[in-house]
């Protein structure tokens, strides 16, 4: 019973990880595209309409990169990897072939890998800290 306890606690701990971590991803993206739809005159107002902006960008995002995430965090856990180095490469990883896919081979394509890899970075970072270090 209380080996279902601990792995119920950690389960739970992993899920709320990968939402945060994917809302945070989401608001990097959503701070980019603005930034990039606006300049970079009006930064401040777009810091804080990217707070809403960025649920309906979790939700695309979400299912998006929800099973390459999932592979990976599964892989982590069986091995039982916690550096933040692994962490770190696997989210630029998904994030950069995420971007690529979301822009494809159009003009903006080195950007979306951009985006995709700071939003990966920082997601898998914001996991990491939540989940993957304990």
Known sequence: MIRF????QRGTVILIGLIVATYVASYVISVALG???SGVDSTGEI????IVIA????????TV????????????????W???VIHFSAGGV???????????????AL????????AGVIGSTVYWAIAGRN
């Open 5 to 8: 306890l601990q792995r119920l």
């Open 82 to 84: 916690r550096s933040l």
């Open 111 to 118: 950007l979306g890998m951009l985006g995709g890899l700071g």
């Open 65 to 80: 990169i929800a099973i390459p995430a999932l592979i990976i965090v599964a892989i982590a856990e069986f091995r039982g």
């Open 35 to 37: 930034v990039v739809a």
């Open 47 to 50: 810091l804080v309409k990217s």
């Open 94 to 108: 998904v994030g950069l072939l995420t971007g690529l896919a979301v822009t494809g081979t159009s003009e903006d």
């Open 55 to 62: 649920i309906p960008v979790m939700i695309v995002a979400g």
